[in-house]
């Protein structure tokens, strides 16, 4: 079943993910199923297990490159926009997509990251986003959790039938006609502010951790989690150096333990309910398949 181009070519397609709480990692999963789907063969990485040096050669035999992220403070993620500068640039042109999930607001973060592939000679030719439920517990009032689920199903097919569609159209324009596809995005008013002040905002979501130590088991979930090694069990959690303000310590703890004066006291988002088992329709004998788990790495 090859949708994507010849039937003897399976096109490499690599996806670089970063997620805090699950909903990007969910997506790329997502992605990848669609991507199989389609005929491509895939290849999932987590950017925190990202190793520049085994990985250049492989990344040079990728025909396609995705990255999926979340959307924090109007921006992509910190750890996506560092990963991208810090690639090798690519001999030849090399398309990319990207997938945002965010909760409310994206506007520019693909145009400030298109701009970082382009130096590198990866050329964004398509993009698409979903919203899922915000991780963010500072804006958090407690009936905001919905507690229900996001993404939806449905909004989980549409980006699987976006991968097994979309992405292999997008390939083949691209093939035929080498264009840079990712245009300007319409400003959302109320993102006017980040607009002029980007870096002051993203910085806003960085607070100074507090631990309580009652609650703590030093079980060392939350340093685990942080993408920037910024934590110690020292011998509760310390933070030490640049924090991303991605929460993922934060929603993390089991015991609510740890937070900034902002989180205290507020519920945690735990992650998406919504699984890639979900998706599988027994009926259709594509997915019944013993398709390969996509979350499986290869590098
Ligand atoms: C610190 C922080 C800031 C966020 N800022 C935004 C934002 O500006 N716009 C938006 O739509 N969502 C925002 N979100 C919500 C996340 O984009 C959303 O929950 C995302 O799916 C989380 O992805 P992850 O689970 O892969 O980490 C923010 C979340 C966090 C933790
Ligand atoms: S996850 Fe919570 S309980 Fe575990 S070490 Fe961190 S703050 Fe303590
Ligand atoms: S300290 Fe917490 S919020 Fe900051 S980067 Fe690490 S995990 Fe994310």
Redesign the pocket.
Known sequence: MNLFLEQSYRPKTHIHYFSATGNSRLAAQVVGDGLKLAGCDVLLQDIRKFDLKTAAKCLSEADFLGFVFPIYAFRAAIPMETHIRSLPRASVRKPVFMVATFAGYLDRAFMRLRDFLLEKNYVPVLTTSMICQDAWTVVRIENFIYDNGWPKKEQLLALREFAKIEIPKAWRENRENPKDVVGWVPFNPLSMVAALFPTALHKGVQFPIM?KKA?????????RQCPVNRLR?DP??KAKGDCVGCYG?IN????D??NTWFTNGRLRYRGPVAKLEDLKDPEDPVDAGDLENPANTRL
């Open positions: 631990v609650l703590c088991v030093r079980c060392g979930i939350c340093v069990l509760f959690p310590c993390s703890c089991p015991h333990a740890i």
